[in-house]
């Protein structure tokens, strides 16, 4: 009997070191948890309604980059366009390229950025399935990629002649909806500016 009460204050003891885990280890999951949800949460609209970087890349000329540069607000001369972030060695590119395709063949201008990729690999590519672009940006070291938030290839950015994104879509652009969304959104009319409303006359 004297045995068995001497293990209770050990057998609390061990309870209490157990409970104090499982809580510890609650507290912890949670705080991953939320850590996940705020602080790195994929926000693929996060630039949706703002102006596109101005980042200066150098064009595409053959296979070599250059000498030409232009930023990607300027490549759209002053009007809209879809903004195609792609590369060679990216299998979901080859799905959506027919439909780049038709799209050029219906006037919609397509900017290409051809990211982290070897421009002797990137113009392989082109010519091998056809050249879709209006114009094709190098962003070899993926600079651009990081200013436009990108997590990966494809993804497509609409841009309105103002130089404002107005839609995005992320992975292979296959669907009628997305790309029928997308080009409504870039040719829609730009909001004009608040004005202010003259006061009545005393």
């Given at each position: 009997m004297n045995r068995?009460?001497?293990l209770i204050p050990l057998a609390?003891?061990?309870g209490l070191v157990v409970f104090a885990a499982l809580k510890l280890g609650d507290v912890a999951s949670r705080s991953l948890a939320q850590g996940q949800t705020q602080g790195n949460e994929y926000r693929p609209s996060a630039l949706v309604g703002q102006p596109i970087p101005q980042t200066v890349l150098p064009?595409?000329?053959g296979t070599e980059p250059?000498?030409?540069q232009v930023d990607l607000k300027t490549a759209g001369v002053g009007?809209?366009?879809l903004v195609n972030v792609f590369a060679s060695w990216c299998a979901p590119c080859r799905v959506e390229h027919p439909r780049l395709m038709a799209l050029r063949d219906q006037g919609v201008a397509v900017v290409g950025m051809a990211w982290k990729d070897d421009p002797v690999a990137t113009r392989a590519f082109l010519d091998e399935l056809g050249d879709p672009y209006s114009i094709v940006l190098v962003d070899r070291e993926?600079?651009?990629g990081l200013d436009l938030g990108i997590t990966g290839a494809p993804e497509t950015f609409a841009v309105d002649a103002m130089g404002?994104?107005?839609a995005k879509f992320s992975g292979p652009l296959v669907s009628d909806a997305e790309i029928d969304r997308l080009v409504q959104a870039m040719q829609a009319p730009a909001r004009?500016?608040?004005t202010a409303t003259p006061r009545p006359a005393e």
């Amino acid at each position: 009997m004297n045995r068995w009460l001497a293990l209770i204050p050990l057998a609390l003891l061990v309870g209490l070191v157990v409970f104090a885990a499982l809580k510890l280890g609650d507290v912890a999951s949670r705080s991953l948890a939320q850590g996940q949800t705020q602080g790195n949460e994929y926000r693929p609209s996060a630039l949706v309604g703002q102006p596109i970087p101005q980042t200066v890349l150098p064009i595409l000329t053959g296979t070599e980059p250059g000498p030409g540069q232009v930023d990607l607000k300027t490549a759209g001369v002053g009007k809209p366009m879809l903004v195609n972030v792609f590369a060679s060695w990216c299998a979901p590119c080859r799905v959506e390229h027919p439909r780049l395709m038709a799209l050029r063949d219906q006037g919609v201008a397509v900017v290409g950025m051809a990211w982290k990729d070897d421009p002797v690999a990137t113009r392989a590519f082109l010519d091998e399935l056809g050249d879709p672009y209006s114009i094709v940006l190098v962003d070899r070291e993926g600079r651009a990629g990081l200013d436009l938030g990108i997590t990966g290839a494809p993804e497509t950015f609409a841009v309105d002649a103002m130089g404002k994104v107005v839609a995005k879509f992320s992975g292979p652009l296959v669907s009628d909806a997305e790309i029928d969304r997308l080009v409504q959104a870039m040719q829609a009319p730009a909001r004009p500016l608040p004005t202010a409303t003259p006061r009545p006359a005393e």
